[in-house]
T-cell receptor, first 114, second 112 residues
Framework: AQSVTQLGSHVSVSEGALVLLRCNYSSSVPPYLFWYVQYPNQGLQLLLK????ATLVKGINGFEAEFKKSETSFHLTKPSAHMSDAAEYFC????????????WGLGTSLAVNP | NAGVTQTPKFQVLKTGQSMTLQCAQDMNHNSMYWYRQDPGMGLRLIYYSASEGTTDKGEVPNGYNVSRLNKREFSLRLESAAPSQTSVYFC???????????FGPGTRLTVT
């Protein structure tokens, strides 16, 4: 069965520093992988997705993630954090090839300090 | 194009009361979902509907029922609310063959 592990429930960085949010997955089929962002008191919004094309995926707001099959990882990065990046970030893997159901990580709360 | 809308935004219930959470999408999406979000537990799927007229249980269906009224609307009903159902509820939709789910703004439910 598929599963998703996000390492670190809370991450704190300084403004301008590198953001690295970790996600490892297990999947018995070639996965589709996703990062979503949730700003306070809002719904979730797709940041980026991996769907078996390029392994380095670029998303919105300067975020990107690299699919590494050998490490079963899909870590999210951003070279320079901005105050507006403070939010909850969720990694998810598609449970079936039709992407009808997603398996979610528990989330990582990102704080950005001035 | 309003996307995914949910009503109400906030609700307080007493134990044993019933209520229906409404969700609608205007994007002509086939699949729709109900999740609950609790601190430290991520998102858990309650029910989903792959297409109009079909519904399936998710990870935590106990205490809930759903209706896929038509392609646009997918409602979630709590027949006898319990404090353990205090949560934030999100509805989402997906076009078959695409990859991302679109989320509503959520309903914050408190059961006392």
């Amino acid at each position: 069965a598929q599963s998703v592990t996000q390492l670190g429930s809370h991450v704190s960085v300084s403004e301008g520093a590198l953001v690295l949010l970790r996600c490892n997955y297990s999947s018995s089929v070639p996965p589709y992988l996703f990062w979503y962002v949730q700003y306070p008191n809002q719904g979730l919004q797709l940041l980026l997705k991996y769907t078996s094309a390029a392994t380095l995926v670029k998303g919105i707001n300067g975020f990107e993630a690299e699919f590494k099959k050998s490490e079963t990882s899909f870590h999210l990065t951003k070279p320079s954090a901005h105050m507006s990046d403070a939010a909850e970030y969720f990694c998810a893997v598609s449970e079936d090839g039709n992407n009808r159901k997603l398996i979610w990580g528990l989330g990582t709360s990102l704080a950005v300090n001035p | 194009n309003a996307g995914v809308t949910q009503t109400p935004k906030f609700q307080v219930l007493k134990t044993g009361q019933s209520m229906t959470l409404q969700c609608a999408q205007d994007m002509n999406h086939n699949s729709m979902y109900w999740y609950r979000q609790d601190p430290g537990m991520g998102l858990r799927l309650i029910y989903y509907s792959a297409s109009e007229g079909t519904t399936d249980k998710g990870e935590v269906p106990n205490g809930y029922n759903v209706s896929r009224l038509n392609k646009r609307e997918f409602s979630l009903r709590l027949e006898s609310a319990a404090p353990s159902q205090t949560s934030v509820y999100f509805c989402a939709s997906l076009v078959t063959g695409k990859y991302e789910q679109y989320f509503g703004p959520g309903t914050r439910l408190t059961v006392t």
